[in-house]
């Protein structure tokens, strides 16, 4: 009994460490990795080099698959360009196993201890984040060597014996493993424990080879559910992910017998390094084979799941480097980049403000991920602008560039107001708060404003109106007016109890963001009163 026990503890830090490993790592990387989507867009190859890259170190194809599926559900890349990464991501996940092939269990005490100490004499958050991520590093495989320690009576177990005889039914093996899998939502943790079971000489490859069939079906699920709240293109980024598995399982049936007998050849007698490597060339295989037919395949989930797309340039459309040696084309490239910034920008804010009522997830999602389009829309300009301040310039396009910049930091800043208005409606929604009539009616109508402020700064943009100016500093003034006044009313609300006091926080939260995306409206519309 005390076995058992242990089996399942193992199991239990096992299974936490891998899912606090992935969050840390999500944590750190997650921002990073939209740097890469460029190349993404480029070469589906690129997708599949990055899609394994990010899974190794996520230590989960599904977070990888889930955040391709929001970032296809925002707009930042295609449908067709998420395939290589969802191939990518099969490949990435195949490296947990590899690891336990090759004992890292052995020296997991190692990585628990040396997270341990960098933890405790980390004197920034930079440094005790990585003493936590080599902490749940080595605790996941500290869980897999506690199993591994108390799997070996299991070969006189009747019951054990009875289980794994009935598993040699490839069928059976194969829905095991998919429903296993579709519990623990990894496939890591099936592969891993079939090699702990091959090192123990518990298991063959023949019995062990449909599990890990049925565990890649398995890994889909999370990304199916992630997929309920998507929009029409991210369920076609999971439903993709299904059919890549699926259509693959369904080519290996077949030749399971075959597939067995490539393995003992090419591992002797070593079955955790032949589950561990047959589940690396599955998934090496899917890949090679879908690689070369994404188009007809991408085309087949389209039928499927028929509906139009709406992808967000990434990189800007205007910036074009052969401008930098021609000023007077450079300049006024840039304003037309601002124009498409602050258009994005006012695309944000209508999404996080029509989700303040009715809240959407995929909407708050998209918010989100825009937010990253928009930041990297700024470190672009403010380079090129950097590169046009080297060259010879009359004082006009210098001062002009001086404010150019000023502006380019307002526009993102609307992007944040705009994200935090998202977040504002997900504290909300989770909080299950309720606004009043009163309450609803004074967000629209201050809502309605900004919308105003931001459409004529974006025709300000364009056409160089002074008239636009006025109007957004009047009603910025007037803006400012109605909110101090909402203020008061809202303040009696509290006093006479008429509604909670979290719901006051948040709706003053809301006025607040709302007036500051109206205050840089205004200081835009000031900074161009002074090029014009």
């Not at 999404?351 to 991920?369: H, P």
């Not at 002009?400 to 993102?412: G, L, N």
């Amino acid at each position: 009994m005390s076995q058992v026990l242990l089996i399942f503890t193992g199991l239990g830090l096992f299974v936490f460490g891998l899912i606090r490993l992935s969050q840390e790592m999500q944590m750190i990387i997650n921002v990073r990795i939209r740097k890469y989507i460029k190349q993404v867009i480029k070469r589906p190859f690129q997708g599949v080099i990055l899609g394994s890259i990010v899974t190794a170190l996520f230590q989960s194809s599904g977070a990888t698959t889930v955040l391709t599926v929001g970032m296809v559900s925002a707009g930042l890349f295609s449908f067709f360009n998420s395939l290589g990464v969802i191939l990518g991501a099969d490949i990435g996940t195949t490296i947990t196993a590899q690891l336990v092939a090759f004992r890292i269990t052995t020296i997991s005490p190692v990585f628990v201890i040396l997270g341990i100490i960098i933890w405790l004499l980390a004197r920034n958050i930079k440094w005790k984040r990585t003493g936590e991520v080599v902490f749940y590093f080595g605790l996941l495989f500290f869980g897999l060597l506690i199993m591994s320690q108390n799997l070996t009576p299991l070969k006189n177990n009747q019951l054990f014996i009875n289980f794994i005889q009935q598993a040699k039914n490839p069928l059976l093996g194969i829905f095991g493993g998919l429903i296993f899998t579709g519990i623990t939502q990894s496939s890591s943790v099936t592969t891993s424990i079939l090699v702990l079971l091959g090192q123990k000489g518990l298991i063959t490859i023949r019995s062990a080879f449909p599990v890990v069939l049925g565990a890649n079906i398995g890994s889909t699920f999370i990304t199916l559910l992630a997929s309920l709240k998507a929009n029409i293109s991210g369920k076609k980024v999971a439903l993709a992910h299904f059919l890549f598995k699926f259509l693959a399982v369904i080519m290996f049936f077949p030749f399971i017998s075959m597939f067995a007998n490539f393995l003992e050849n090419l591992w002797s007698s070593n079955v955790a390094q032949q589950v561990a490597g047959g589940h690396f060339l599955f998934n090496l295989i899917l890949a090679g084979v879908f690689l070369g037919l994404l188009k007809p395949f991408a085309n087949l989930i389209n039928r499927l799941v028929p509906g139009g797309e709406e992808t967000l340039p990434l990189w800007p459309e205007y910036l074009d480097r052969s401008y930098l040696t021609r000023p007077d084309l450079a300049v006024p490239a840039v304003r037309k980049e601002l124009a498409r910034g602050l258009k994005l920008t006012k695309q944000m804010f209508l999404d996080s403000s029509s989700i303040i009522f009715e809240f959407r997830n995929s909407l708050a999602q998209k918010v989100f991920y825009m937010e990253s389009v928009i930041d990297n829309l700024q470190a672009e300009i403010m380079q090129f602008l950097n590169s046009i301040s080297a060259k010879s310039l009359t004082p006009k396009d210098s001062i002009t560039i001086i404010y150019y910049a000023a502006i380019t930091d307002k526009v993102e800043r609307i992007g944040d107001h705009s994200t935090n208005l998202a977040n504002l409606a997900l504290h909300k929604d989770q909080s299950k708060i309720e606004f009043g009539l009163e309450t609803k009616s004074a967000i629209s109508h201050l809502k309605d404003l900004v919308l105003e402020n931001l459409n004529d700064t974006i025709l300000l943009l364009e056409e160089k109106n002074l008239n636009l100016i006025q109007r957004i500093i009047s009603r910025e003034d007037k803006i400012n007016k109605e909110i101090e006044q909402v203020k008061q009313k809202q303040l009696k609300k509290f006093y006479l109890q008429a509604e909670l006091v979290v719901a006051g926080f948040i709706f003053n939260d809301i006025l607040i963001n709302l007036e500051r995306i109206s205050d840089h409206c205004e200081y835009i519309a000031r900074h161009l009163k002074e090029i014009i």
